[in-house]
């Protein structure tokens, strides 16, 4: 899978600092409380390994396209959570023990990239923690306990636009406080006020991320991107009313290919309201009139509009522009089209007969699969044959191309 430059800039410039702030802070930690080198050296590699597994889970969920692309919620929005969980574990040095919201954190990256990524951010948080303590046991298991706990409980209700009910978060802190009990009574700890005390601080400040800060992310950065692509989805949206009416068989040819790019989409687990948004628009720019410019005109009018920065790029994506490697997406609308196109153009050569959509659709696969957008596109050899499948399968459909 290859990304644009600039992108692989940037991700490789991301994980170079993640691995330095590691390095750098469990130094820090190791020399400010005096650790003897025989403790702090074996800390360091472990902190680095663990900080290399979390990477290498994130990339591949990179790789593969499952980091959701919400409105301006881009993939590398997911950078941020990452550093300041990194910056929580070295600060748990320094502080009262519980008290830091890992969990809140590592929810918020479960969110943004995917559960395997959470998994793999609350093991980091919680050897980085045990390292710059010089402790083990307890401590390690309730940070990744209750970490995977809540986000296994709230990463589908994060998708929710409401909250209505807060049971789950009540489930989530009485399980917590059964753990730790249990925790205590198995390492024979003391029982202590601060022992009882920062426990409770810890999850009132994880509850009030969760309940504050959470909501309000979702709502800045995915419900106002859902409810503008709801509107441009929409047929009575200005611009689609004006491309029905102007240019009918574009228009035509445009809903065709987003029904099926909808359809492959989901099929091989893409985002789907991308992949539509863009089957949609992706020749909007036939509108000016200048039939040798569509690309350019095409971004114009989006631009224009303010369309979601995911769906410019993709119309980058789609015509070829340097510098940009279509996604699994924007070439599942590649794909789409074509075979659109293929079946238009074997109805005009000879009207009256049903085309024999087998053969086309396995000439235009197969002639795509000698691209180079294909070739180089973030679609593997596994999902190019289950598109192949779902268009296969979707044979009564193009009779409405007649």
Not at 125 to 147: C, H, K, R, W
Not at 374 to 395: M, N, P
């Amino acid at each position: 899978m290859k990304r644009d430059k600039q992108k692989e800039y940037i991700w490789k410039l991301f994980n170079v600092i993640a691995y330095v702030l590691t390095a750098v802070g469990v130094i820090f930690v190791s020399v400010f409380h005096g650790f003897p080198l025989r403790a702090a050296i074996p800390g360091f590699v472990m902190a680095m390994a663990v900080t290399g597994m979390m990477l290498f889970v994130l990339n591949a969920e990179d790789q593969d396209g499952k980091i959701p692309m919400n409105g301006s919620l881009a993939p590398d929005r997911v950078f941020y959570p990452v550093f300041a969980l990194q910056i929580l574990s070295f600060a748990s040095g320094f502080a009262p023990e519980f008290t830091i919201p890992f969990s809140a954190v590592v929810l918020l990256i479960t969110y943004l990239s995917g559960f395997p990524t959470g998994i793999a951010a609350a093991l980091m948080s919680a050897t980085v923690s045990s390292v710059v303590l010089s402790e083990s046991g307890p401590y390690f298991f309730l940070i990744i306990f209750n970490s995977l706990l809540l986000s296994f409980i709230m990463r589908n209700r994060l998708k929710v636009r409401k909250e209505t009910s807060y049971m789950p978060l009540v489930i989530w802190i009485v399980i917590s406080l059964v753990i730790y009990a249990a925790v205590i009574i198995f390492f024979n700890v003391t029982p202590k006020l601060q022992v009882i005390l920062f426990p409770l601080c810890g999850l009132f400040v994880d509850l009030i991320v969760v309940l504050i800060f959470l909501p309000k992310l979702r709502l800045e950065l995915v419900f106002k991107a859902d409810d503008f692509y709801d509107e441009i989805n929409d047929p009575e949206y200005a611009m689609l009313l004006k491309f029905k009416k102007e240019e009918k068989h574009e228009f035509q040819r445009a809903i065709h290919t987003a029904y099926l790019s909808d359809r492959i989409a989901d099929k091989i687990g893409a985002d789907r309201r991308k992949a539509k948004v863009t089957a949609y628009y992706h020749r909007i720019g036939v509108l000016t009139g200048d039939k040798d410019q569509i690309a350019e005109n095409t971004l114009a009018m989006i631009k224009k509009d303010d369309f979601p920065f995911e769906i410019i790029e993709s119309m980058e994506e789609y015509w070829g522009y340097e510098g940009h490697r279509m996604s699994r997406e924007t070439a599942v609308v590649y794909v789409a089209d074509h075979v659109i196109a293929a079946i238009y153009d074997e109805l005009h050569a000879n009207p009256g007969t049903k085309p024999d959509y087998t053969a086309i659709i396995s000439k235009t696969i197969n002639g795509l699969l000698r691209t180079r957008e294909i070739r180089d596109s973030w679609l593997t050899l596994y999902d190019i044959e289950k598109i192949e499948k779902r268009l296969l399968g979707e044979k009564l459909y193009y009779d409405f191309l007649h």
